[in-house]
């Protein structure tokens, strides 16, 4: 009441025009309106919310998917000559075994 008195000019003494004053069910009734349209509005952001976080989770997943259905493959190519036309026989450790015998025996 005070601020509207100041808003009008009035002094404490002066009463408010009877244009001025509001019905408390009026009032009351705006307020439930308003905390009702609060309300709205948040529901509405948590759903927004929401759906960009599941919209995330799924599309991080998808993208980890889509990344792991290729499939790495290393080929690793040997050559090896051996004297007498022996069989030359790559080890997976990278030592070459020629004719029963690697050549990292034969170095060490």
Known sequence: MDNLRKELGLDENTPIPPDYNIPYFVHQDDMNKMDMSHRRVEKW???LCMVIF???VATN???I????SFEDVVTETYSAETDNGGTAIANGD????VNGESELHKNN
């Open 61 to 63: 997943a998808f993208w």
């Open 94 to 97: 990278g030592s070459v075994s």
């Open 45 to 47: 952001l948590f759903v």
């Open 65 to 68: 998917h889509y990344e792991n």
């Open 54 to 56: 599941l919209a995330l």
